[in-house]
Structure formats: structure tokens, C-alpha cells
């Protein structure tokens, strides 16, 4: 039986944001089935526009019984803040991704992705992030990005 409806609203000084529009279709493990049983996924930029995501995590997220397994929140942090360098002006691949798993992460319940670009050097673009739901926090994650180069960028956003 398919699951309900769930409420991926943002909050109110949020605004939509298209990824496929940036970064072109191929995004679809993670956002590729909005109505599926493993995640459901909207995108937002906050008033300063750093990237946000509100994310539900379905029955097919399942690790632990009952809560999300730590792979696909590593799947999470590793599309949000990747999208999240693209959404800042930085095309990139993701070099590396640290994780520091918070708290067992309760499925079928929506949870944000907070994001912020925290420096840049050369091709180096260090991104930060948060899987949180009110004060408690999931996951936090850090992800050097690398830059890559405008031909290699406009192919794999589908603009070549
Ligand atoms: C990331 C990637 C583009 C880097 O390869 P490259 O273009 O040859 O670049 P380099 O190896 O010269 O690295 C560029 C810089 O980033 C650093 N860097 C690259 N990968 C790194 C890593 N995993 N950890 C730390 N630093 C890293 C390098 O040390 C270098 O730093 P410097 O400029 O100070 O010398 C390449 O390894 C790659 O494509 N990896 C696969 C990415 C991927 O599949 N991501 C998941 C999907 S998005
Ligand atoms: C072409 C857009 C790339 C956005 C980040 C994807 C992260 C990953 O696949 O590891």
C-alpha cells in the first residue's frame, strides 16, 4: 500500500529551488521518486540563499529497525551539499565526505538539510551540513568539493 502524502513545505522566508534546472536530471537516488517509499525530497533556498532540504526518509531508508540507515544519510549529505556547492556558482564533484552519525534517525518522519559554504581555496570547496528536526540533530557531515572544468561541468548538468 502506497504511504501518504507527507508535508515538505519550507518555512516561510524559504524559496523553492530547482536542482534539475541547475544540474540537469540525473540527480534521481535520491530525489528521483517524489511519491516512492525510500526518500522524498524538496528543495529551498533560505533568505541568506544557502541551500536547505526538507527530506523524508521512507521504509525502504531502513538500517537499524525502525530508522534510517546510516548509508542513506551519507547518500543525503552527499547529494545536498554537493547541490548545495552548484547552488553557490561552484560546478564540482564531491572529493571526499566525513559523517558523524548524532542519533538514530526515526523513519517516516520529514527532517531538514541545513547546508553552508564554509571556505574556498583553489579548487577546493569546503561545505558543511546537518540532518536536524527542531534541536536534534542526525548527522553532520563535512564535504570537500572539487571544481571541474566548464566543458566537464556543462556535461554533466546535460548542457553540453
Ligand atoms: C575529485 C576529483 C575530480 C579530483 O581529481 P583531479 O581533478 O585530478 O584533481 P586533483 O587530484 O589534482 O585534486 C585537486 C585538489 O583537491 C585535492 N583533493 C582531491 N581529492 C581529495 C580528497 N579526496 N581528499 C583531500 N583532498 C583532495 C587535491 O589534493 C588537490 O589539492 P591541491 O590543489 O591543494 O593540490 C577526482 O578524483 C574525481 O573525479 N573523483 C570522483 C568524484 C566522484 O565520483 N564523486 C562522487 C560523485 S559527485
Ligand atoms: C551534477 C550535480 C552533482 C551534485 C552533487 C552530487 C553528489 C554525488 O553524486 O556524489
Known amino acids: 500500500m502506497p504511504m501518504p502524502p507527507v508535508d515538505l513545505s519550507g518555512e516561510a522566508n524559504w524559496t523553492e529551488f530547482d536542482a534539475p534546472s541547475l ?5 534521481r537516488f535520491v530525489s528521483g521518486e ?3 517509499d525510500r526518500y522524498r525530497v524538496r528543495y ?8 536547505r532540504a526538507r527530506i523524508w526518509f521512507g521504509p525502504e531508508t531502513e ?7 546510516g548509508g542513506s544519510m551519507a547518500a543525503v549529505m552527499d547529494e545536498v551539499l554537493g ?5 553557490a556558482g561552484y560546478p564540482i564533484v564531491v572529493g571526499n565526505l566525513n559523517v558523524d552519525f548524532r542519533n538514530l534517525l526515526p523513519l517516516q518522519q520529514v527532517v531538514t538539510v541545513e547546508s553552508e559554504i564554509l571556505s574556498t581555496s583553489g579548487r577546493k ?8 528536526k527542531g534541536d536534534t540533530v542526525y548527522a553532520e ?3 570537500l568539493c572539487i ?3 566548464e566543458q566537464a561541468a556543462a556535461e554533466l548538468a546535460g548542457k553540453h
Open 83 to 87: 547541490l548545495a556547492a552548484w547552488a
Open 34 to 36: 517524489p511519491e516512492g
Open 147 to 149: 571544481t571541474i572544468p
Open 141 to 143: 557531515a563535512d564535504c
Open 63 to 69: 538500517g537499524p529497525p525502525g530508522h534510517a540507515h
Open 44 to 51: 529551498y533556498r533560505n533568505a541568506d540563499g544557502a541551500l
Open 23 to 27: 544540474v540537469g536530471a540525473s540527480l
Open 125 to 132: 570547496v569546503m561545505v558543511r551540513g546537518r540532518i536536524c
